[in-house]
């Protein structure tokens, strides 16, 4: 039997469900997109070079046409890949990628969120050496939508150093004890004794715990042509903080980490108490949400503080949001 040329044709086109099937349900979505795409992306480095990160994005739109099957995917994709092929990561470009999401899906969206994630590396020097090396710093960028408001906020994870202060306290007490045991009936003391002592394990019977610790510290910007302050962000809290951890060390640098670390005894409170202070002199920081966590070596639980700026129908510090 002979096939018609319509026949043919309508055989061989590919069927567009989405675009022309409706809903079985109808029912309006607030986010449909993307997660986990892979894509190269350019962010302003130290001294304004610009640096290549491998980023983890995701991009959304809502559905606001409760009978629509879907979106269309793979705009959301190939505009990513057209906008940031050629652009420097930063507000303009933010702003530029969600217009483009809710232009290209007329109709359907009014809304649209875009998220950044990468590993941020920056080369820092030895506290005191001539050496240095390489520091990586979890970062997220993120922006939204809503109408015609657009907002952009940045988060960073800073790893730092944090020694508990009553452990201080104890470990100078046993180290008194012992002092009194050692020169015990010494009416007199000789000061190169007493020197020695002190540079000796029988002198220094005790030392505070310490352990790595991070904070998480998320910003709503409200400068969008600017480009993202990212390292300006992390210089900040690790001057406040003052104990970073380190990377290429020798002697010299971690005899001055310990002297640091000494010199800035913190319990949790404290580490958020210092960045909160710091983040409240930044006008640029419309709000901002922190969490520090000390991942204690002498309990199997972690220490953790939490604060916000406290704005009006900003940010609120719940227990369950960890943002990087």
């Not at 508990?164 to 009936?185: H, T, V, Y």
Request: proline share 3%.
């Amino acid at each position: 039997m002979a096939v018609s040329n319509h026949t043919q044709s309508a055989s061989q086109a590919m069927p567009d469900v989405a675009s022309k099937h409706r809903a079985h349900t109808k029912a309006v979505l607030d986010w449909v997109g993307m997660s986990q795409i892979e894509m190269p992306v350019v962010v302003e480095g130290p001294h304004h070079r610009d640096v290549q990160v491998n980023a983890k994005v995701q991009a959304y739109v809502d559905l606001i046409d409760p009978e629509a099957k879907g979106i269309h995917m793979s705009r959301l994709y190939l505009g990513l890949d057209e906008i940031l092929g050629d652009r420097r990561l930063n507000g303009q470009t933010l702003k530029k990628l969600l217009s483009h999401f809710t232009e290209s899906h007329a109709g359907l969206s009014r809304g649209a969120h875009v998220e950044f994630r990468f590993d941020y590396l920056v080369r820092r020097p030895a506290l005191k050496s001539k050496y240095s090396g390489w520091k990586g710093y979890a970062v997220m960028i993120a922006a939204t939508r809503t109408g015609e408001q657009f907002d952009v906020e940045m988060a960073v994870d800073v790893p730092y150093s944090s020694t508990c202060p009553c452990s201080a306290a104890l470990a100078r007490q046993l180290i008194q004890k012992q002092f009194e045991n050692d020169f015990a009936g010494h009416t007199k003391v000789d000061v190169n004794k007493v020197i020695e002592w002190l540079g000796s394990e029988k002198g220094i019977v005790a030392t505070p715990h310490s352990q790595r610790s991070h904070a998480l510290v998320r910003v709503r910007l409200g400068a969008w042509q600017d480009e993202m302050p990212i390292l300006a962000l992390i210089d900040r809290i690790e001057s406040v903080l003052k104990t970073a951890v380190q990377t290429a060390v020798k002697r010299a640098d971690e005899q001055e980490f310990a002297r640091l670390n000494g010199q800035n005894l913190m319990f949790c409170e404290d580490a958020a108490r210092r960045i909160k202070a710091a983040l409240d002199k930044v006008p640029d920081y419309l709000d901002f949400w922190l969490r520090v966590e000390h991942l204690e070596s002498l309990h199997a639980h972690d220490a953790v503080a939490m604060a916000t700026k406290g704005v009006k129908d900003g940010y609120v510090a719940s227990a369950t949001v960890r943002p990087l």
